[in-house]
């Protein structure tokens, strides 16, 4: 998903993070409520108990509402693995061409063989008769 895409979600997060009750527990450390459910959000280590931002690197809804209860700037949340400058040193070495599957590289090594079949140990089953 580029940045842009990143972006759009997170105006949705922002406007369905206005419903959420916010409590600051600290500098950082936030309670999102939305009875009956609570959650905790902690804006240093980028984290929030229902783990979405931890998946994502986006924050969820309930960290956009701590952050813009602490009246600071989303984009600044983000992970930065979405920034440009990523982006740009993700693809910065060439990537080289792979020879077709149709023409595979001969091997010198010597033909692998399929194993000698062998009657299994144990007495056979009974094969049922009214299948027949």
Not at 6 to 11: A, D, G, Q, T
Not at 60 to 87: G, N, P
Request: include cysteine; charge should be positive; proline fraction near 7%.
């Amino acid at each position: 998903m580029s940045r842009d895409t990143k972006l759009k979600k997170l105006n949705i997060y922002i406007m369905e993070s206005t419903k959420w009750l916010t409590i600051s527990c600290g500098e950082v450390i936030f309670k999102v409520t939305l009875r009956p459910k609570r959650f905790v959000v902690h804006l240093l280590h980028h984290t929030c108990t229902c783990r979405l931002w931890d998946l994502t690197g986006v924050p969820c809804v309930l960290a956009c509402a701590a952050i813009i209860s602490m009246k600071r700037r989303r984009e600044d949340f983000v992970h930065q693995y979405f920034t440009w400058e990523y982006f740009f040193r993700a693809y910065e070495y060439e990537i080289n061409p792979m020879s077709s599957i149709a023409f595979p590289p001969k091997a010198d090594s010597v033909l692998i063989q399929a194993p000698l079949l062998r009657r299994p140990p144990g007495r056979p089953k009974n094969r049922d008769t009214s299948l027949r």
